[in-house]
């Protein structure tokens, strides 16, 4: 059973691109969240959606960055301008509803983004 | 609101010493408990889980027991080996917390040969 799937594992980009990360959920599963983490702050919770719509954006830590979910299967995260200071490791996640699964969140790799 | 609360790191051991890694919470209601490890350039990954009180969650040598008096999911394992470190996430969840899991801060495990 394929896990969550996230692309690209790794990217570099100069100040000022626009950053595309993509993530491929569970299937079956009707959560998805968005996590970034640096050393600083460690974990965040960015953004999540349930059953593709966003229900909490509060940690979208401003208007550069943007995520959808034009489907069950696909989710987006954008920043545009990336700045050096966007620079983390960025983590899609997925849950399904039910006795079965819980409340188990599920990561991704990650995307390891570097913003020269 | 709603926060969990883990010893912070690094904490360094020898192999075969006992590791204990404080956990507590506090949540509307009684969520379902998580133990995460992260280990180097990974995702993370659940180790193991307890949804109500008094459950025991077990998982490659490691425990954890929800205790609803003392709001806590302590993790423990007997004796560690190298391969154990990572870092450690305690998190907690469920309907009252609108679907998400609310993630403490990670707590940093070196064991030494």
């Known amino acids: 059973d394929a896990g969550v799937i996230q692309s690209p594992r790794h990217e570099v980009t100069e100040m000022g691109q626009e950053v595309t990360l993509r993530c491929k959920p569970i299937s079956g599963h009707d959560y998805l969240f968005w996590y970034r983490q640096t050393m600083m702050r460690g974990l965040e919770l960015l953004i999540y959606f349930n059953n593709n719509v966003p229900i909490d954006d509060s940690g979208m830590p401003e208007d550069r960055f943007s995520a959808k979910m034009p489907n069950a299967s696909f989710s987006t995260l954008k920043i545009q301008p990336s700045e050096p200071r966007d620079s983390a490791v960025y983590f899609c996640?997925?849950?399904?509803?039910?006795?079965?699964?819980?409340?188990?969140?599920?990561f991704g790799e990650g995307s390891w983004l570097t913003v020269v | 609101g709603d926060s969990v609360t883990q010893m912070e790191g690094p904490v360094t051991l020898s192999e075969e010493a006992f590791l204990t890694i404080n956990c507590t919470y506090t949540a509307t209601g009684y969520p379902s408990l998580f133990w995460y490890v992260q280990y180097p350039g990974e995702g993370l990954q659940l180790l193991l889980k307890?949804?109500?009180?008094?459950d025991k969650g077990s998982n490659k040598g490691f425990e954890a027991t929800y205790r609803k008096e003392t709001t806590s999911f302590h993790l423990e394992k007997g004796s560690v080996q190298v391969s154990d470190s990572a870092v450690y996430f305690c998190a907690g969840g469920g309907y009252n917390q609108g679907g998400k899991l609310i993630f403490g801060q990670g707590t940093e495990l070196s064991v030494k040969p």
């Open positions: 996640a997925s849950r399904g509803t039910g006795s079965t699964s819980g409340n188990t969140i599920y």
């Open positions: 307890a949804t109500k009180a008094d």
